[in-house]
């Protein structure tokens, strides 16, 4: 490598920028000022020349250069910078507008280093008048022009306001400084148009002067329609009339319309004809219109038109038929043009269902139900120069001929009545039309009504209840339909085959035999004194819900047979009967104490026999061998029964302990005496023995309500029957009462009444 001095130089040159960076980079400076100044006054007008200068002042160790930024602020905005090593720097508003005025400042940085200057306000008066450029500047009514406000020199949002002859008719916001709209001129002559704007953002600064005035011509539009009724807008019915609806010398784009009551019949560009052949209902005002662009132009007129005759009227005589009756339909118009027809000329045809009936306006006929159906009639006539007929048609009628009520049906909803219950009764009639009025009779007066409108209804009336099944006949019905129609009542028998059902009377039972022994048969009968058969008897026996029989019979009284009754079967019983009635009646509890068989009182009587006798032996042996006197009372005597006629052994509960000291070990603790029985036919064993388990009580009942079938002797409250299942005695008076019974009886001793039967004092066996 050659070292020759351009490249020195080079080397030299390059070795000083280095060190000229290096020095500039740790340059000691510090900016002292920044000013900001206004070449002319803080207030100037709108269109002046404004500069403004920023300069700044930087303290420094060296004279280098230091490079600036400037930087000018409008209202906080940056509006212009500049990179330079002047110390100061212009910024210039030619001219300065309305958008100029606001707060203005200055920033100056210098490597890291930055400072601003004071605010200073400047204030621009006054806005640039605008220009407003119209086109075209001659047209039609109706009609629009372009209208082009523009202040060019102004900046900012600005809104502009039209005016039409100083009214203000329209105001377009822009972001430029000018804008373009579209204005209707409607009233005909010179116009004069102004505009004029203000900035959003600069309320201060207020309105523009307005702009120059602009002509705009505004030819009238000849458009208004006329308006003919040919040959004249009074009118017959039937006459063809034409209306003519037209603008005379139209200028282009001209629409005209002929409307009624909002309906457009016709329109056309220049010149409507509408013929029509006027009915009653074409009478009224007709518009003609015109239309170009925004523009409307009117005439009205109206047509009267008079009936050739009115619209025909179908009345029927009488209006209300019922089936089987005449009646008559008529058709007639009451009012006509005598100018054009006479009244002979309307011609009448009946139509029934839309098809010819009749020609002519009468019909008579008999009312039935293939003449039901919808009737109308239709009227014509043709009028004197008219070119068709005209023709009318009527109002409906429909006939429905009404059925009469046939005669009604009384019945009894459910088919039985109940003697003493609530029942219902429906009166019915097959036919006849609705609605019918119901009405129910009882001995030929009302006692209530029903309505019924509807098929699915009912006269349904309530009865509170009859007593005797006679009562059923007092009722009867009636059916009407219609005032002019004569009531139909139902048949006197119409109720006479109704199933009148009598409640069962409270039924009695009574038990045959009144006593009965073991092994008899025991016959339970129940009988009703009233109530409708069938009657369904059943039979229970007081201590199982159970029944014992039950049986359904026409007969009053019916009998349940409890075969070969065991001690089980004493007890209590009753009676249920019940009917259709549904009302279940139940007897007294009858009661019956079942006696032993005759065996075992035999085997009793046996064996009390081989006891007295064996007593016997011992009083004899005690008299021989050791003769001494003891005390009466309370011993065991035998009393021989000459007095008594039925010859009862009665075993009565003695004192106990008496009874023990004469006759330990024999009998326990009881005691037995032959007893007379003055005034009781019954007779009864009593035996005292509480202590002996096998002894069975059965409680009798003794209140029937019947004394003369209770079974127990009357003031018995409560007997014991007891039965001994070892035989203990046993008294042979089977002939005496008749029955062979022996009763065990434990009198009550709580009882007064029972006080009789206790047994006499006991004597002395001597
Ligand atoms: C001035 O210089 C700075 C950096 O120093 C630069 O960001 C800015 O854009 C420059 N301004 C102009 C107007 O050149
Ligand atoms: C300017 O400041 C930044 C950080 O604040 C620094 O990194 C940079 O070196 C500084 N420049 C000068 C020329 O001092
Ligand atoms: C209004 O007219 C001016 C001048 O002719 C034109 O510069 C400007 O664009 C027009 N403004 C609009 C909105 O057309
Ligand atoms: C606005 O109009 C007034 C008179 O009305 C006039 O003195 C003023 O100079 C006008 N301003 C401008 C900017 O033309
Ligand atoms: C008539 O109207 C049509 C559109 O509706 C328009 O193009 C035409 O210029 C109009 N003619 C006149 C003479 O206004
Ligand atoms: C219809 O009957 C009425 C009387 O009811 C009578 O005056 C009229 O002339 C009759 N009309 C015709 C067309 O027979
Ligand atoms: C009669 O007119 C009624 C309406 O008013 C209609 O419902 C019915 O169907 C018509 N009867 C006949 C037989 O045309
Ligand atoms: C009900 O009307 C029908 C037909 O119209 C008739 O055959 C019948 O005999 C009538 N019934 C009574 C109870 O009148
Ligand atoms: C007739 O009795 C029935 C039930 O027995 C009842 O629902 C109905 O409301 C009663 N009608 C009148 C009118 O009392
Ligand atoms: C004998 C008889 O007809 N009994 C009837 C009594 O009424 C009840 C309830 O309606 C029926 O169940 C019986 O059949």
New binding site residues.
Partial sequence: MAFTPTYLLLLLTTSLSLLWQEAEAQLKFTIDSVTLGIDSSSEVSSGTFVNLICEVSVIQDQTLPL?Y?FKFLHNDVVVY???TTDSSVFYELLPARAADSGDYKCQV?VQNKSKGSRTQRLVVTGLQTPTLIVSPKELYQGEEVTANCSAQDETGSLYFYFYLDEEKVKQVGGSGNSVETQLEMKNAGDRYLHCNYNILMQPDAGRSNNSDRVKVLVKDLFITPIMNIRPSKEAVEGDVVELICQVVNPPSNVTVYLTKDKTMLDSSSGTISHRLRVLAEDAGEYACKAVRNSMQKEAYKSIKVKELFSKPVLTMNPRVVFEGEQFKLNCNTDAYSPDRINIGDVKYNLYMNQVLLTPGGNYSGTAHPSLNGNYSCQAQALGRGQPRVVIKNSNTIVLQAKVPVSRPDLSVLGGRVILGKSFQLQCHSKNGSLPIDYTLLRDRRQVESRVVRRPSDRAIFNVTSIHRDTDIGSFSCQAQNHPSQSASESSREALQHIAIIEPVSTPELSLAPTHVAEGQDLTLTCTVQHGTPPITYTWYHSKSVQPLGSIKSNDMRKSHVVQGVGQEHGGGYYCVTINQSSDRKRSATVNIGVKLAGWKKGLIAAFCILLIASLLIVVIIKKCLLPFRRKRAGELSVKPASTTTDETLRLTHGTANEAANVTPGVMGKSVWSDHISGSESDDHISEGAPEIPETQYTEVQAQAPDPTRAPVKKGTDVVYSEVQNSVQGVSRSEQADGQGSVEYAQLNHNDPESEEQVPEPIQDHQ
């Fill in positions: 490079t930024s910078s500049k990179n940085s």
